[in-house]
Each structure stands twice: as C-alpha cells, then as structure tokens.
C-alpha cells in the first residue's frame, strides 16, 4: 500500500529561561483527497499532559500511544475543495504547522431505481426525517475517550461493492453523494463490530431502515445501515467482533446489503481508508 506521507520538525514557542522545544510531526494517508483518513503521529522531546491538533478547521482527538508519542485521526470530507490546507499541533511549548495539499478527486456516478417514497417523501413523514437528521447530527460533533485498540477490520466478510463517494441518481433524479461503503452480503448475514465502542443508536430510521450507531471514541463513529434486524441495545459497550445485527433490505435500498457509514471528527470518510490507515 502506497501512502502520502511527509514529516517536519518545528521550532517551539520559546518562553523566556526556557530552551528550544521541538516536535517531530508524520501526516500520511492513502492520498490527499476527498474521503481519505490522515494519521498524524506526533513525537515530543518529553513528556506532555495534552496535544492539540487542528486540521480542515476542525479540532482532533489525539491519544497517547507512549511518553513520546500521540495519534490522532482526522478526516477529509467529501466537500472539501481542492487546495493547501495546515495541520497545527500544540504539545507542551511546542508549536508545528504541516501544510497539506488536498487534490481533486473525480467519483462515479450510480443510477438506481428505488420506491419513490425514498427519493419524494411524502409530506406526511417530513417531520419524522428532520427529527432524525438532527439526532444523527449531534452524535457527529461529540468526541468522547478513545474505545478501541488496533486496526478497524470489515463488519463483514463480502467485499465493499459499491465506492465511497459515488454521486447517485435515484430515480432520475440526482440527490446526495454515496456517503458510505456497500457490501453485497446475503441476507441474515452476521453484522460485527468493527472495533470496539458503545451504541448510541439502534433502532428504525426512515432512510436507512433498521441502523446501529457505534461510538468509537475521539470523534469517530460507525454507522450501520439496512439490518434486517438489530441484535443490540442502545448504551451497550462492544469489543471488536460482536454481532450488531443481520444483513436486510430495510430502508432505501435495491436489495439486501450492509451500508457501513464512518464519521470523523464529523467528517464523511471512507471506511476502507479507515481500515487500511489503522492496520499501519
């Protein structure tokens, strides 16, 4: 796996009768682009009680991997625009700026045909889709401690066959971008966790059918989509591998399949680049 990578070492803020602090920063991903997951590793001359990273105007979530060393995972969302971007981090007397340059990104398109109540609601269950919308957008801004340990892996075992980013059509009629990754597993296929966290949603929503929301802890949450049933409560803690739910067709959909929707830091990334950068 080919990752962008680079590193700089910056001159800390210098207080008076203090010597020179430096911080030693790695930004890397898959690419610079709409959609992808950034690693940044943070190496600090001694022990500090706090990091802070901002990337894309946003504040990230960074943990201590040792005494030296910080992670934190930031997300490039799918309407940033082409252009250079800073990732600052603050640790200590500390200070580092990496300049990032996001490119453009040039997705498909996907034309479905879908029951037309999913692509023009009626009026009467307008209400119902705005209470959901401003529930799942709160969960997205909220960072709590981190969850999980090691590499995400797949929630199930069918390949992704659908790519992030994809610009749909249903219906004829264009609508929001593919914010997810599909699999195309049979129904009643097991649903695991990704990795660990606590749910914070487990129940029917009018454009995804029946969906579990995992917080994973620093800003990142999973969303799973179209169950045919849900296998766990709302406020249950998880490890890796437990069962979420069954595969289904619930919701806006074709047919049966699993949608795995990842936010970070309230940012739409794709779920394969979390994969693979948290395998690293």
Do not use: C
């Amino acid at each position: 796996m080919l990752l962008a990578s680079a590193i700089v070492a910056a001159a800390a803020a210098v207080l008076p009768g203090q010597a020179p602090t430096n911080l030693d920063v790695d930004v890397a991903a898959r690419a610079f682009a709409p959609g992808e997951v950034v690693m940044i590793t943070i190496r600090t001359p001694a022990i500090v009680e706090d990091v802070r990273v901002r990337a894309w105007g946003t504040a990230l979530h960074p943990w201590r991997v040792d005494d030296l060393t910080w992670r934190a995972l930031g997300g490039i969302d799918l309407d940033v625009a082409p252009g250079k971007y800073a990732v600052t981090v603050e640790a200590g007397t500390g200070r580092a700026s990496r300049e990032i340059v996001v490119v453009a990104k040039a997705f498909p398109t996907r034309t479905l045909k879908v029951d037309e109540a999913f692509v023009n609601p009626p009026t009467s269950v307008q209400p119902r889709i705005q209470r959901e919308a401003a529930r799942l957008a709160a969960f997205w801004p909220q960072a709590t401690a981190r969850q999980w340990q090691g590499a995400f892996v797949a929630p199930v075992q069918e390949p992704a066959n659908s790519k992030f980013g994809s610009r749909s059509i249903y219906n004829g009629q264009p609508r929001s971008a593919h914010g997810g990754a599909d699999f195309a597993s049979p129904a009643g296929t097991s649903v695991k966790a990704p990795a660990g966290g606590r749910v914070v949603l487990a129940g029917d929503l009018y454009y995804t059918g029946n969906t579990v929301v995992v917080d994973h802890g620093v800003g990142l949450y999973s969303l799973m989509a179209h169950l045919s049933s849900i296998t766990v409560r709302e406020e249950a803690v998880i490890a890796q591998g437990d069962e979420l739910g069954r595969v289904g067709a619930t919701g806006r959909v074709t047919g049966p399949h699993l949608h795995w929707t990842v936010r970070l830091a309230g940012a739409r990334v794709d779920p394969i680049a979390l994969i693979e950068m948290t395998s690293r």
